[in-house]
């Protein structure tokens, strides 16, 4: 009774902070209607215009350490629980703000991949195709592993922005140029055979081969570290689950299931406990689940015996590594 008397409080102060800021910002008064907005924000107020109004009276400041640090620390934790269309201008406004500081190459291509997986779940390419900020947004990937990862984000959006068929050829002239280094020549072979370009990943694996000089390089199968495994996944896209579908049954997998998130489809703790019987895993996509879906989730797992796994990101070659660490790791029933 206790914590639920001190969440109303807190909802009440952030509820009454936001109006103050409301009020002060029609009257011009700017400086007051920020801190009103930041104390509804530190009081758990996530409200879009709240937000919204917030990243603005900071952009008019031009103060870009509020603006990561709104975006990156104190909504972390509440902005998966927004659709992905609310989420992209944060996205925006958070990698825009890391570019102009350019003190933090890391920082900067975590805020470039975030933008690139906010855009794909959202559908919205316009914030990546922007001829202002593409070089920016381009520069923000440094080694080829990197490039990997934006080009599959880039992968998921539609024909006419030109984006895919890109990405696709990028991504094998980089098994070409990087033959001699298998951990990245594999790494573009398993993104153009998900992209449905088998015949530019065979070109890859064949320079591979061909530079590689161990006795055995004739061998193409790759490691069945999942076999027989059923994997479900948990949040993300549907493009993104279909695409890391292809590459855990390359590993084995005989197949997944989905649970999305509650934007996309709301789904009972029954149902969720459904999805999981007779599975091995579920990886959840925290980047792009629900709070409320990921408890459901837990439950169910619990009530199942399925263990859960954390993708580091939201694209293919995390949920596909996490699944095969946790194999790995000998925990699997």
Do not use: K
């Amino acid at each position: 009774m206790q914590l639920v008397g001190e969440e109303q409080r807190s909802s009440g102060f952030a509820d009454s902070a936001r109006v103050t800021g409301r009020a002060r910002f029609e009257q011009g008064d700017f400086a007051g209607a920020r801190e009103a907005f930041e104390r509804a924000i530190a009081a758990g107020d996530s409200d879009p215009e709240t937000v919204d109004t917030l990243l603005t009276l900071y952009a008019d400041a031009t103060d870009n350490l509020a603006t990561i640090r709104l975006i990156a620390t104190t909504l972390d934790d509440v902005t998966a629980d927004h659709p992905a269309a609310v989420r992209l201008p944060w996205a925006v406004a958070r990698f825009d703000a890391v570019a102009r500081l350019q003190d933090d190459a890391a920082q900067l291509t975590d805020a470039a991949i975030r933008l690139l997986e906010t855009a794909a779940e959202a559908g919205n390419w316009t914030a990546i195709t922007d001829p202002t900020r593409r070089p920016r947004l381009l520069a923000a990937f440094s080694n080829p592993l990197q490039i990997l990862e934006r080009l599959e984000q880039e992968s998921y959006a539609p024909v006419e922005t030109g984006l895919p068929a890109a990405a696709a050829g990028e991504a094998e002239d980089l098994g070409h140029r990087f033959a001699r280094d298998p951990s990245i020549a594999r790494a573009a072979e398993r993104l153009l055979h998900g992209l449905g370009h088998p015949e530019a990943a065979y070109r890859v694996e064949a320079l591979r081969l061909a530079a590689a000089t161990a006795p055995a390089r004739t061998v193409r199968a790759p490691s069945h570290a999942l076999p027989a495994w059923t994997v479900v996944l948990a949040g993300g896209h549907p493009a993104l689950r279909r695409l890391a579908g292809v590459d855990l049954r390359r590993h084995g997998a005989i197949g997944h299931r989905d649970i999305p998130s509650s934007w996309e489809a709301t789904r009972s703790t029954r149902a969720i406990r459904e999805q999981l019987n007779g599975c091995d895993v579920v990886v959840m996509i925290w980047r792009q689940l629900d709070h409320s879906t990921a408890d459901r989730i837990r439950v169910a797992a619990a009530q199942t015996g399925v263990p859960i796994v954390h993708a580091r990101t939201a694209g293919v070659s995390s949920v596909v590594q996490a699944t095969l660490e946790f194999a790995a790791s000998g925990h699997a029933g």
